[in-house]
């Protein structure tokens, strides 16, 4: 059974810093790009990073690009999502996903989400 399960959303004050974490079982977790996904209430969930399976490569929304760090440890099976100076325009359900390409065959897994709120 393929599973992501999000972690270590929660409350925080402008300016201050989150680190997600994403823990992946039931698949190869190396073979996979991850990518960190929000979406925020009446708005489409939006990409926010990716890194490649390698975690040679990663792509950041512009809105986030100096203040959040993806990064991952195929090691541990997990992806991170380091946020710093968070603003309340970054109060959204993060998502974490898993996506696998190969000629005509297609696979991507999706976490349950964690909420992280950024208000004072």
């Known amino acids: 059974q393929v599973q992501l399960v999000e972690s270590g959303g929660g409350l925080v004050q402008p300016g201050g810093s989150l680190r997600l974490s994403c823990a992946a079982s039931g698949f190869t977790f190396s073979m996979f790009a991850m990518s960190w996904y929000r979406q925020a209430p009446g708005k489409e969930r939006e990409l926010v990073a990716t890194i490649t399976s390698t975690g040679g490569s990663t792509n950041y929304a512009d809105s986030v690009k100096g203040r959040f760090t993806i990064s991952r440890d195929n090691a541990k099976n997990t992806v991170f999502l380091q946020m710093n100076s968070l603003k309340p325009e970054d109060t959204a359900v993060y998502y974490c996903?898993?996506?696998?390409?190969?000629?005509?065959?297609?696979?991507?897994?999706w976490g349950q989400g964690t909420q992280v709120t950024v208000s004072s």
């Open positions: 996903n898993a996506a696998w390409k190969v000629l005509l065959t297609t696979r991507n897994y």
